[in-house]
């Protein structure tokens, strides 16, 4: 039992050799049918040649031997001038019996050995015009023998050619012909006929084989370089079927070469369709990579937000704990209205912390949001204000441009929310005496929000989790300070709003200077354009207008 090796046919043999098989088959069928047609067609024409001389020949023996009608047995019209050598001659009787037969022979040498020179003289027979130039005097007419009168036997005159083979004599082409109860068999030998058959039929054999033998070689030779592209077509698509799809390396395929795969012909179709599957394939294994990856981060922060939370939650519910035991037990350690107020501040701290993780579930779940148009010019110059009154050890500037409305359709009250997140990120992480600047400008498509300050920076391993839940500068889950520095929300509720209104947030830092960018779809004014009642500095050369707060 043999097993199919790839890239071969379930039959064991390759394409090419198929090919080649039928292609060879085709060949020497054609070639076969032409040269048999040739012989059958150059056979009638000699036949026919050889039929009309026949009967040209019985003709002028009938005639000869209706000059003496009361000899039934003379046969000396045969002595007349002009007869051919191997000229055969019979008189039958009524009943088809032969009276007397000869046949012309050449005079001379052992012509008078009558079983041997006729068979001598028939082989000579084959050429008509050697007898021609022979003439009378060169041939002379000699009887058969019984065996050569018995192969002449049954023959009718019906006036119907008839071949039959004489002993000694060889293959004739034999007519009778019945004129006024005379009957005479004439023959004539068909050596010529049967040597020009044989001569044709090895010329066409020799040439057919020779042809045959060229024609399969060139054949061979460009069926093997026609199919070389398939080949390498067959040797990819094995290589790309071996190759493990789980080993973690999408690039590794195997692609047909860029010569196969050009714009024409069936194999290069094929390449290109190949090296487009294996292109799908390796893009399909790099995404199922990725979307792994995906999952594994989304499962570790799932786990970390987890943790944090829940070490979020736990640090003021264990300070309540600890202070409603106090009291419980009448310690006197504590004063009731410093462990009250402690009470307070920690149950606060931990509604707020409860209250942003819900507006960041709400705001990844999708919920609607309240639609109406904002100014975001107004609503960033209200949070300036109030972060001017909350931290005035930093210098607060706003810079707003004169010319177009910054007008975008969303919730008010979330995209203040945004603005004072960045804000309170921008206070709480800079030292005293940074400058904050918020800016408000315009593109065609989106309305921008800015906020710069020139601090000491995000640390480059923070910037791409900077939006992400819980992360902090300082990674610990016992900071200094106690409740000091935000629980790591406020970035991730920025970025969440803004993805909420269809926008995006970027950041960008380096020690000095840090700039979150928030971009917003922009909606444009239908009336005209209200004046907001600012006072601005005017600028020239397109530059924006600034002011302190």
Same mark, same amino acid.
């Given at each position: 039992?043999?097993?199919?090796?790839?890239?071969? +046919?379930?039959?064991?043999?390759?394409?090419?050799?198929?090919?080649?098989?039928?292609?060879?088959?085709?060949?020497?069928?054609?070639?076969?049918?032409?040269?048999?047609?040739?012989?059958?067609?150059?056979?009638?024409?000699?036949?026919?040649?050889? !039929?009309?001389? &026949?009967?040209?020949?019985?003709?002028?023996?009938?005639?000869?031997?209706?000059?003496?009608?009361?000899?039934?047995?003379?046969?000396?019209?045969?002595? !007349?001038?002009?007869?051919?050598?191997?000229?055969?001659?019979?008189?039958?009787?009524?009943?088809?019996?032969?009276?007397?037969?000869?046949?012309? %022979?050449?005079?001379?040498?052992?012509?008078?050995?009558?079983? /041997?020179?006729?068979?001598?003289?028939?082989?000579?027979?084959?050429?008509?015009?050697?007898?021609?130039? /022979?003439?009378?005097?060169?041939?002379?007419?000699?009887?058969?023998?019984?065996?050569?009168?018995?192969?002449?036997?049954?023959?009718?005159?019906?006036?119907? +050619?008839?071949?039959?083979?004489?002993?000694?004599?060889?293959?004739?082409?034999?007519?009778?012909?019945?004129?006024?109860?005379?009957?005479? &068999?004439?023959?004539?030998?068909?050596? !010529?006929?049967?040597?020009?058959?044989?001569?044709?039929?090895? %010329?066409?054999?020799?040439?057919?084989?020779?042809?045959?033998?060229?024609?399969?070689?060139?054949?061979?030779?460009?069926?093997?370089?026609?199919?070389?592209?398939?080949?390498?077509?067959?040797?990819?698509?094995?290589?790309?079927?071996?190759?493990?799809?789980?080993?973690?390396?999408?690039?590794?395929?195997?692609? @047909?070469?860029?010569?196969?795969?050009? +714009?024409?012909?069936?194999?290069?179709?094929?390449?290109?369709?190949?090296?487009?599957?294996?292109?799908?394939?390796?893009?399909?294994?790099?995404?199922?990579?990725?979307?792994?990856?995906?999952?594994?981060?989304?499962?570790?922060?799932?786990?970390?937000?987890?943790?944090?939370?829940?070490?979020?939650?736990?640090?003021?519910?264990?300070?309540?704990?600890?202070?409603? #035991?106090?009291?419980?037990?009448?310690?006197?350690?504590?004063? +009731?209205?410093?462990?009250?107020?402690? @009470?307070?501040?920690?149950? %606060?701290?931990?509604?707020?912390?409860?209250?942003?993780?819900?507006?960041?579930?709400?705001?990844?779940?999708?919920?609607?949001?309240?639609?109406?148009?904002?100014?975001?010019?107004?609503?960033?110059?209200?949070?300036?204000?109030?972060?001017? %009154?909350?931290? !005035?050890?930093?210098?607060?500037?706003?810079?707003?441009?004169?010319?177009?409305?910054?007008?975008?359709?969303?919730?008010?009250?979330?995209?203040?929310?945004?603005?004072?997140?960045?804000?309170?990120?921008?206070?709480?992480?800079?030292?005293?005496?940074?400058?904050?600047?918020?800016?408000?400008?315009?593109?065609?498509?989106?309305?921008?929000?800015?906020?710069?300050?020139?601090?000491?920076?995000?640390?480059?391993?923070?910037?791409?989790?900077?939006?992400?839940?819980?992360?902090?500068?300082?990674?610990?889950?016992?900071?200094?300070?106690?409740?000091?520095?935000?629980?790591?929300?406020?970035?991730?509720?920025?970025?969440?709003?803004?993805?909420?209104?269809?926008?995006?947030?970027?950041?960008?830092?380096?020690?000095?200077?840090?700039?979150?960018?928030? #971009?917003?779809?922009?909606?444009?004014?239908?009336?005209?354009?209200?004046?907001?009642?600012?006072?601005?500095?005017?600028?020239?050369?397109?530059?924006?207008?600034?002011?302190?707060?």
């Amino acid at each position: 039992m043999t097993r199919d090796t790839p890239g071969t +046919p379930p039959s064991g043999r390759s394409l090419g050799t198929r090919l080649l098989v039928v292609v060879i088959a085709a060949l020497v069928f054609l070639t076969t049918v032409s040269a048999g047609a040739t012989a059958v067609a150059q056979r009638a024409r000699l036949l026919g040649d050889l !039929d009309d001389r &026949l009967t040209a020949a019985a003709e002028r023996g009938v005639a000869g031997a209706a000059r003496h009608p009361e000899r039934a047995g003379d046969l000396s019209f045969l002595g !007349d001038g002009g007869r051919p050598e191997g000229l055969l001659a019979a008189r039958l009787d009524t009943d088809g019996t032969i009276l007397t037969a000869a046949v012309t %022979a050449r005079t001379g040498g052992d012509a008078s050995d009558g079983d /041997t020179d006729p068979a001598g003289a028939a082989g000579e027979a084959g050429r008509p015009g050697e007898a021609a130039e /022979t003439g009378a005097a060169g041939v002379a007419p000699r009887d058969l023998t019984g065996v050569q009168r018995a192969a002449l036997r049954g023959i009718a005159a019906d006036g119907s +050619p008839h071949t039959r083979t004489v002993p000694g004599l060889g293959t004739y082409r034999l007519l009778a012909l019945d004129a006024a109860g005379i009957r005479v &068999l004439t023959g004539l030998p068909m050596d !010529d006929v049967l040597a020009t058959l044989r001569d044709l039929v090895t %010329a066409e054999v020799v040439i057919a084989g020779t042809g045959l033998t060229v024609a399969c070689g060139a054949c061979a030779v460009v069926v093997r370089r026609r199919l070389r592209p398939l080949r390498r077509v067959a040797a990819a698509a094995d290589a790309i079927s071996r190759a493990p799809l789980d080993n973690g390396r999408p690039t590794g395929l195997t692609r @047909v070469p860029e010569q196969e795969t050009g +714009p024409a012909g069936e194999t290069a179709r094929i390449g290109a369709a190949l090296n487009r599957l294996v292109d799908r394939a390796a893009a399909a294994h790099a995404e199922r990579l990725r979307a792994e990856e995906r999952v594994r981060r989304s499962d570790e922060r799932m786990r970390r937000f987890l943790a944090d939370a829940s070490h979020e939650l736990r640090t003021p519910l264990a300070a309540i704990v600890g202070y409603a #035991e106090l009291m419980s037990h009448g310690s006197g350690r504590v004063a +009731p209205e410093l462990a009250w107020r402690r @009470v307070t501040a920690e149950s %606060a701290r931990m509604t707020g912390l409860v209250e942003e993780l819900l507006l960041l579930a709400r705001l990844d779940e999708g919920r609607s949001l309240e639609s109406a148009e904002v100014d975001l010019a107004d609503l960033v110059a209200e949070a300036v204000r109030a972060a001017r %009154a909350a931290g !005035d050890g930093h210098l607060w500037r706003l810079e707003l441009h004169p010319d177009t409305p910054a007008l975008v359709v969303g919730d008010a009250t979330r995209l203040g929310q945004m603005v004072a997140r960045l804000l309170a990120n921008a206070r709480g992480h800079t030292p005293v005496g940074t400058t904050v600047v918020a800016s408000v400008g315009t593109t065609p498509a989106h309305c921008v929000v800015r906020v710069r300050d020139d601090g000491p920076g995000i640390p480059p391993d923070l910037l791409p989790v900077v939006f992400e839940p819980f992360t902090r500068a300082d990674p610990s889950r016992t900071r200094a300070g106690g409740a000091a520095g935000g629980s790591g929300l406020g970035l991730a509720i920025a970025a969440a709003v803004v993805t909420a209104h269809g926008g995006r947030i970027t950041v960008e830092s380096s020690p000095g200077r840090t700039e979150f960018t928030a #971009e917003l779809p922009r909606r444009r004014p239908v009336g005209p354009a209200k004046d907001p009642g600012r006072p601005v500095r005017a600028s020239s050369g397109g530059e924006v207008a600034a002011r302190a707060v």
